[in-house]
């Protein structure tokens, strides 16, 4: 019978094992036919891609043809830069493909020729008038060019459809397949399982009858078991108390006599040292899992007299010859010493590792507040990139450089601020502006600065970003103002509102700040909106000048707002 049941066991995995094979192979065809039918898609969309590029280089030639307007040429300059990786992009896609690749090749050449014939026609009009540009247009030489491509694009898109039909018909074929194998298979192995379980069946029950004959053996060392140093208990199959040595007499305050026939959960009375909550008896895990079972530590062995210990033991389960559970050996001691000692240790340890909290706090708030300030020094010289200018003017590298010089005396102050334990978690902004004003009165040609700030209390990246912007607004308003600048920081419930005004020229009329090219602008929009959550306005006060207002939240009191770990890149300045 057994070897029936390893030959039916060693079949159906056998089976499954196939079964498996089968569908993974069959899938992966399935997703490489999709895969191909996607590939084709996506050439036909680079082609089109690329004929509309053509399109838009034309509209924008003739645009500046017609009006002389360079804004005209937007379009044909972005399709002459975006046309070559578009056909490089192409020519990968086909490059499994010949004669696709031979009609690219012609494609490439006819584009060539058709942005040299609109640039022929654009230097005409810049050098000769309009006249000889329109007297070139009319020729119709630029026509019989676009002519010729849209053919090639044609055949090309002609044999990618084609393509495509075919593997989509490929795909729905392998799909189909995959399914009919799968389902066939899942019959076999149902089958094979379903004999597996009728012999199965029949073995059990051929091993009841077999375990009903046998004649239980209980052989007990009794003395060898009395004579071991620790506690020593054990039961039948039923978990009932056959033996007890003296020390487990000791322990429990049961003597054998009494105890034996008795429950070993009733005996031996076990709870959680901490919460007093019962813990199941090593006894009745030993019979339920077949296994050798140990106590949790933090164990209590309650005695009949109330008396409690921390104790440690383990359960194995007794087996005959045959190994048939034939009951259960419980072994346990008594470990008060050892436990004091640990709880002497656990609460040193504790104390080290309080210690080391504060430590770490101390360590991870200084890692935000540099790893924070080097994103924004490098936010700041990268937005300078993004400009796409060769060259960067003097003025604006004074202003990066003002910028950092703010970005360091900020730093300083709130580092100074958040010295003590409490300060890394909350830090007064009320305080870090205070003591910014002076540097900021100090400025040459400065204007004196009328504050009212209420006592706001923020995560120290949330402050350093209220210095941040009230440095740059204040700076500002003493640049382009005339008088006091005013600044009032007030709080209502959660959310916080920052205002600059001043008595200057204000904004001109059709000030936009989302196209405002400018450093400041970029920067404070960016820290309102990311790091603080924000909104900022731009707006000219009643009495002249300009008032820029800051709304944030204010994060509820419960530690350091964890910091993302995303870098201040320069494409989050630009709006």
Not at 81 to 87: E, H, N, S, T, V
Not at 100 to 121: F, P
Not at 223 to 230: F, P, S, V
Not at 379 to 396: F, H, I, K, N, Y
């Amino acid at each position: 019978m057994d070897t029936k049941l390893t030959i039916g066991f060693l079949t159906v995995m056998l089976v499954i094992g196939a079964n498996a094979f089968i569908a993974g192979t069959n899938l992966d065809t399935v997703a490489r036919n999709r895969q191909w039918v996607t590939h084709t898609q996506e050439v036909l969309w680079t082609i089109e891609t690329v004929l509309s590029l053509l399109k838009d280089a034309e509209t924008g030639q003739r645009g500046f043809l017609l009006t002389g307007r360079p804004e005209y040429l937007l379009p044909y300059e972005q399709a002459r830069q975006a046309l070559p990786p578009k056909l490089g992009q192409l020519r990968e896609l086909t490059a499994d493909n010949p004669e696709q690749q031979r009609r690219l090749r012609e494609i490439e050449r006819l584009t060539t020729e058709r942005l040299a014939a609109l640039r022929t026609a654009l230097d005409l009009r810049r050098t000769r008038g309009d006249a000889a540009a329109r007297q070139w247009l009319l020729s119709g030489r630029g026509r019989t060019i676009m002519v010729r491509i849209r053919g090639e694009v044609e055949e090309m898109e002609k044999a990618e459809r084609l393509l495509l039909l075919r593997r989509e018909w490929e795909s729905e074929v392998s799909e189909r397949r995959a399914r009919l194998t799968l389902l066939v298979a899942s019959l076999v192995s149902l089958t094979l399982l379903l004999a597996v379980y009728l012999i199965l069946a029949r073995t059990a029950t051929e091993r009841r009858r077999a375990a009903d004959a046998l004649k239980r053996r209980e052989e007990w060392l009794s003395a060898t078991l009395a004579a071991i140093g620790d506690a020593v208990l054990t039961t039948d199959e039923k978990g009932n108390v056959l033996f007890l040595n003296g020390v487990a007499e000791t322990l429990t305050g049961w003597l054998q006599h009494e105890a034996q026939g008795k429950k070993a959960s009733e005996v031996f009375h076990i709870v959680h040292e901490t919460t007093g909550a019962p813990v199941q008896s090593p006894v009745d895990r030993a019979i339920a899992e077949g296994v050798t079972v140990g106590l949790a530590n933090h164990t209590v062995l309650i005695a009949r007299d109330g008396t409690r210990r921390p104790i440690e033991d383990s359960g194995a389960p007794i087996r005959d010859i045959r190994g048939n559970l034939a009951g259960v050996v419980l072994v346990f001691r008594d470990v008060s010493e050892r436990r004091r000692a640990e709880i002497e240790r656990e609460r040193q340890v504790a104390e080290v590792e309080q210690l080391n909290a504060r430590l770490r706090r101390a360590m991870t708030e200084t890692h935000h507040r540099v790893k924070n300030n080097l994103q924004i020094m490098s936010a700041l010289l990268d937005l300078r990139q993004t400009s796409g200018q060769e060259t960067v003017p003097m003025s604006e590298l004074a202003e990066v450089s003002r910028h950092l010089q703010a970005l360091g005396v900020i730093h300083d102050i709130l580092t100074q601020e958040s010295k003590t334990e409490s300060g890394l978690r909350r830090i007064s902004v009320k305080s870090v502006l205070e003591r910014l004003m002076p540097l900021l009165e100090s400025i040459p040609d400065g204007r004196p600065v009328r504050a009212e700030i209420a006592e706001v209390l923020l995560p120290s990246k949330q402050a350093t970003s209220v210095a941040l912007i009230t440095n740059e607004l204040v700076s500002n308003g003493i640049k382009h103002g005339r008088g006091t600048v005013e600044l009032s920081l007030r709080a209502e419930g959660d959310t916080a509102t920052l205002t600059v005004c001043d008595d200057g020229p204000g904004f001109p009329p059709d000030f936009d700040p989302e196209t405002a090219a400018h450093t400041g602008i970029e920067l404070l929009t960016s820290i309102v909106g990311y790091d603080l959550g924000g909104t900022i306005s731009f707006e000219n006060a009643g009495g002249g000048g300009a008032k820029v207002v800051v709304t944030f939240p204010v994060p509820e009191e419960s530690g350091p707002r964890p910091d993302s770990g995303e870098p201040l890149s320069s494409s989050r300045f630009i709006a």
